[in-house]
C-alpha cells in the first residue's frame, strides 16, 4: 500500500523527489532487496531525505551516476508504484544521444549479418504494410460477394453480369488493379524520395493510352500481336522511336513497381546532386519522368513481368509435382516470416498468380498457419478466463476478433505468441496438421486475394478441404495450448499469486498462502499431510538432478556425514526460541563485513554470513515458505513457521545477468524442507560476467530478534549449522 510520511507525497512521490525527479532518472530497475536508479546527476540525489522515506532501509550511492536504494521484501510493490507515477510512464528519461550513439544506432540497423538483406526485406515490407488496411477492405468485399454466389443471388463469375454487379467488382478491383501505383509511391517513400513522382512513373503505363496499345483491333499504327498457338495468349509489341516494347497489362503488378522503384531512387538523387537546390522542385521531377517512364515502359516493366511468372510458374510445379510437401512447406514457413515482415514476396507472388493463371493456390495452404495462430489465442484467452487474468483476457479477446474476422495474424503474434515460447512449437503443430489436410485432399485454390478469416471462406475451392484443415488447425493447436498452458508452473505459480494479491487488495482480504503449484490440465494436488509438494519430490530425485548438472555447477557426490550433517539441520532448525540456520552452499564462510556489498556489509538486510562457495548447487538452509524466487535466479526468500526471514543471495549484482547461469529448481509460495535443492548455479558463468560469486545468507528482520549469531572463518559444506537465530 501506499505510505504518506513527513515531507508530504506517498512512499513513491517521496523516493522519486529524493533522487532528483523523473528528469534526472535514466532508467530504474531492481532486484530481489533493492531499487537500482541509473541517473543522469548522481548529485542531485538527496541521501539524507531518502534515508528518511518510511519503508527506505538505506542509500547506497554508486560510481556512473547510480543509485541503489535498499528496500528489502516490499521492492516490487515500491517498483511498480514509481513506474505508475505520471511522471514516469515513459520509464525514464533517455540520455541525449551523442554523435557516436546516433552513428551505433545506424550501424545497428542492419541486424543479420548482411545489412543489405535486412535492408531489402525492410524495403519490401514496408511498401506492402501501409496498405493492410485497403487489402482488407477489398478481401472483405469479395467475401460478401462469394457468398451471395454461393446461395444462388448472383453469378459472381458470370461474363454477362448486370451493371450492378460490375460495379461492385470495380469497388474491389480498384484496390488490386491500381495496386502497383500504391506500391511505387509507398516505396518511393520508403526510400526518401518524392512518393508522387514514383506513382507517376508507374501510372503512366497503367493509363487508357498506354493499355489500348493491347487491343489489336484499336487500329493504332505500329502494333503487332502474335498468339501462342500451345498457350492460347496473345502477345503484342509496339514500335515506339523506331524501338520494339513488349506491352504488359500491369494491373496488379507488384514486381515491377519494386523494380522501377529502386532504380528511380538512383535517379532522383542523382539528378538533385546535379542541380541547385532551387530549382529541385522543377527539374528533378521533370526529367526523373523523362527518364524513368521510357526505362520502365522499354525494359523494367518486361524483366519484372518475366520475373514474377517465373518464380510464380516455379511454385506451380511444386504444387503440381509435391503438393504434399509445398501445402505443408507454406504454413510450416509463415510463422517465422511474418515477425520479420518477410512474408510479403509470398503475398506478391499470390498477386501475380491471380494476374496470371487466374486463381492462387498459396493462399489456402497459408490459412492452414492462419487459423493454427488463431487457435492458439484462443487456448491462451480460454486459460485466462480460467485463471481470471484480466489483461491477457483482454489482449486475446482483441487479438482473436481481429483474428477470425480480419484475418489480421500481427496482434496475436506481438501481443502474445511471441512474449510465451512455450506457444510456438504448439502452434506449428496445428499448422501442420491443417497442411497436411490440405495436400492429402489435394490443395485448395481461390481466385481472388483475400485475407484468410471466417467471412473469405467462401472464396476458396474446394470449399469443404479448406474448412477441414482450417478448423483442424485452429482446435489442435487451442487443444495443445490450452492443456499445456502457456506459461512455465513457475511463470503460473507467480501469476496467480500476483492475481490472488491483487484480488484480495480489491476486495480487502487477506490472500491465502497456499498456491496452486500444479501444470495447467493436470489433476490438483493439495500439499497436505501425506502429500508430495513439487519441492518435496524434487528432494527425493536429488541424486537425479546431480547427474544433470553441469561440470561448472555439479558438486561431488554427497558424503555420508554431509546427509549427517543436512539431517542434523532438518531436525534442529527449531529447538524452543532457537533456530539453527545452514549453509545453503559448500565453501568458506565469511563474515559480511568482508563482503564487498556496501548494502550487506552495512546489515541494511540483517546480519547473517558470506560463503565463498565451492560448488554450484545451492539449497534451503532451513524449512519453511518460499516469499520470493528471484526471476533471475539469484535471489530466494524464506520464512519460517515461526517468523524468521532469510535471504539466500547468490553473487553480487547477478540480477545483471538475467537467469543466464541460473537453473531454478523450485517457485514461489512452495514449501521447502532443510536441504531441498533450490537452484543449480554455473560459478564459471557468475566469474565470466566479472561477478564475485559469494553466496549471502542475512536475516532480513534481524531487528525484531533477540539476537542473530552467525560462525564465520570455517570451511563447511551445504547443511553445515552457520548462524543461529534466538528469539
Known amino acids: 500500500m ?9 512512499q513513491a512521490e517521496r523516493i522519486l523527489r529524493g533522487v532528483g525527479g523523473a528528469a534526472n532518472v535514466e532508467s530504474l530497475t531492481h532486484c530481489a532487496t533493492r531499487l537500482r536508479f541509473q541517473l543522469h546527476d548522481g548529485s542531485k540525489a538527496d541521501a539524507a531525505a ?10 547506497v550511492p554508486q560510481s556512473g551516476d547510480r543509485l541503489q536504494i535498499v528496500i528489502g521484501g516490499a521492492v516490487a510493490r515500491v517498483y511498480t508504484e514509481i513506474m505508475n507515477l505520471p511522471t514516469m510512464s515513459g520509464g525514464g528519461t533517455p540520455a541525449p544521444k551523442s554523435d557516436a550513439d546516433v552513428k551505433a544506432e545506424a550501424r545497428a540497423k542492419g541486424r543479420g549479418r548482411y545489412a543489405y538483406v535486412d535492408n531489402f526485406f525492410e524495403y519490401l515490407s514496408d511498401s506492402f504494410r501501409p496498405l493492410m488496411g485497403v487489402l482488407l477492405g477489398s478481401s472483405l468485399i469479395i467475401a460478401i460477394a462469394s457468398v451471395l454466389d454461393a446461395l444462388g443471388f448472383v453469378d459472381f463469375r458470370a461474363a454477362d453480369k448486370s451493371s450492378t454487379w460490375v460495379f461492385v467488382d470495380a469497388m474491389w478491383r480498384s484496390v488490386l488493379y491500381f495496386l502497383p501505383i500504391m506500391v511505387a509511391y509507398n516505396a518511393a517513400k520508403k526510400l526518401k524520395i518524392d512518393p508522387w513522382v514514383g506513382a507517376a512513373v508507374m501510372a503512366a503505363v497503367m493509363t487508357p493510352n498506354f493499355t489500348g496499345m493491347l487491343n489489336p483491333e484499336s487500329g493504332i499504327p505500329g502494333i503487332t500481336c502474335t498468339t501462342n498457338a500451345t498457350l492460347g495468349t496473345q502477345s503484342c509489341v509496339a514500335h515506339v522511336f523506331g524501338l520494339p516494347m513488349q506491352l504488359n497489362d500491369y494491373g496488379g503488378q507488384v514486381f515491377v513497381p519494386l523494380m522501377m522503384v529502386a532504380v528511380l531512387a538512383l535517379v532522383y538523387k542523382g539528378l538533385q546532386r546535379i542541380f541547385p537546390e532551387t530549382v529541385h522542385l522543377v527539374f528533378v521531377p521533370f526529367f526523373s519522368m523523362l527518364i524513368m517512364i521510357p526505362v520502365t515502359a522499354f525494359l523494367i516493366g518486361p524483366m519484372g513481368v518475366w520475373a514474377g511468372n517465373g518464380l510464380g510458374e516455379g511454385l506451380s510445379w511444386l504444387n503440381g509435382n509435391a503438393p504434399i510437401v509445398f501445402a505443408i512447406l507454406i504454413p510450416l514457413l509463415y510463422p517465422f516470416l511474418v515477425p520479420l515482415g518477410l512474408h510479403w514476396p509470398l503475398n506478391a507472388l499470390m498477386l501475380v498468380n491471380i494476374n496470371t493463371l487466374g486463381y492462387d493456390f498459396i493462399q489456402g495452404p497459408m490459412g492452414a498457419w492462419n487459423f493454427a495462430c488463431f487457435g492458439a489465442t484462443a487456448g491462451v484467452l480460454l486459460l485466462s478466463l480460467r485463471h481470471r487474468e484480466a489483461e491477457m483476457r483482454q489482449t486475446a479477446t482483441g487479438a482473436l476478433a481481429a483474428g477470425l474476422l480480419g484475418g489480421i495474424s500481427e496482434p496475436s503474434l506481438y501481443g502474445i505468441h ?20 490440405v495436400g492429402v485432399m489435394g490443395g485448395v485454390d481461390t481466385k481472388a486475394f483475400a485475407f484468410t478469416s471466417l467471412l473469405t471462406i467462401p472464396v476458396f475451392s474446394p470449399m469443404t478441404t479448406y474448412v477441414i484443415a482450417i478448423t483442424a488447425a485452429f482446435f489442435v493447436s487451442m487443444a495443445l495450448v490450452y492443456f499445456s498452458d502457456f506459461r512455465t508452473p513457475e511463470d503460473r505459480a507467480r501469476a496467480n499469486a500476483e492475481r490472488d494479491a491483487v484480488e484480495a487488495a480489491e476486495h480487502g482480504t487477506t490472500v491465502t498462502e497456499e498456491r496452486e503449484l500444479v501444470t495447467v490440465g493436470a489433476p490438483a494436488q493439495a500439499a497436505g499431510a501425506g502429500e508430495e509438494t513439487p ?28 546427509v549427517a550433517a543436512t539431517t542434523a539441520a532438518a531436525k534442529t532448525a527449531t529447538d524452543g526460541k532457537t533456530t539453527e540456520l545452514a549453509a545453503p552452499v559448500a565453501g568458506h564462510v565469511v563474515s559480511l563485513d568482508d563482503v564487498k556489498d556496501p548494502v550487506f556489509a552495512s546489515r541494511a538486510l540483517g546480519e547473517g554470513v558470506g560463503i565463498e562457495p565451492a560448488d554450484g548447487r545451492v539449497v534451503a538452509p532451513v524449512a519453511g515458505e518460499l516469499m520470493v524466487v528471484a526471476e533471475t535466479g539469484h535471489a530466494f526468500g524464506i520464512r519460517t513457521a515461526d517468523g524468521v526471514e532469510v535471504l539466500i543471495h547468490i553473487g553480487i549484482d547477478t540480477v545483471r545477468m538475467n537467469g543466464e547461469g541460473f537453473d531454478v529448481r523450485v517457485e514461489a509460495g512452495g514449501k521447502v524442507a532443510a536441504g531441498d535443492l533450490l537452484a543449480l548455479v554455473d560459478l564459471d558463468a557468475v566469474r565470466a560476467a566479472d561477478h564475485p560469486t559469494v553466496t549471502l545468507m542475512t536475516v532480513t528482520n534481524t531487528a ?24
Open 2 to 10: 501506499n505510505t504518506t510520511g513527513a515531507g508530504g507525497g506517498t
Open 50 to 59: 531518502l534515508d528518511g522515506v518510511d519503508g527506505v532501509m538505506a542509500t
Open 418 to 437: 511471441l512474449r510465451f515460447k512455450r506457444i510456438y512449437p504448439r502452434m506449428l503443430v496445428g499448422c501442420l496438421v491443417g497442411g497436411v489436410i
Open 535 to 562: 519441492v518435496q519430490a524434487q528432494t527425493q530425485t536429488q541424486a537425479q538432478d546431480q547427474a544433470q548438472t553441469p561440470a561448472t555447477a555439479q558438486a561431488p557426490a554427497q558424503t555420508p556425514a554431509t
Open 704 to 727: 525484531e530478534l533477540a539476537s542473530v549469531e552467525p560462525r564465520t572463518g570455517q570451511d563447511v559444506t551445504a547443511g553445515t549449522p552457520v548462524v543461529t537465530v534466538r528469539r
